[in-house]
């Protein structure tokens, strides 16, 4: 099992109608290719994990990075694992106000800050781990 985490900042904002869109589209496609995983969304700042087959996850990962609804887009983790964080969503999504508030902070100052290596793989696993359903 192969996951990629990355960082990225939407051009503009998003309503809620594209948003919704957006999601609609990614689970159809992650569906087809069994790629899970979770889009936390803060203001214009996107936190996603990815995570599937490597071949799929990076398949699905190449559009993502093309897509010019957003940029900045740093990857931050690209780990192998013996399992998924999250096998039941084809893409969850959770705004900032669902995480508690030392998740929040951490996930506040990551996305406001320069220096990326300021923040240890860690503390990003720590962040998605918290939405992790528990069975
Ligand atoms: C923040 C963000 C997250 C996205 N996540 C996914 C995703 O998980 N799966 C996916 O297929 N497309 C995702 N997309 C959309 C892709 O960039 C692209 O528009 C889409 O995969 C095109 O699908 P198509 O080739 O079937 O038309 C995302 C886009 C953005 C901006």
Known sequence: MYR?????????????????????KARQNNSKRNVTGL??????????????NKEDVLEIFEKIKNDDRHDSLIEVI?????KRYFPNWY???????????????KLIDFSESKNINAFSNDDISEIFKEFIEVK
């Open 78 to 82: 690209e780990e192998e694992d013996s």
């Open 39 to 52: 889009l936390i969304l803060k203001g214009r700042s996107f936190l996603q994990c990815l995570e599937g």
């Open 91 to 105: 893409m969850g999504y959770k705004t900032i106000n669902e995480l508690d508030e030392v998740r929040t902070k």
């Open 4 to 24: 990629i985490m990355y960082l990225s900042r939407a051009v503009v904002r998003f309503s809620d109608d594209e948003l919704e869109e957006l999601l609609l």
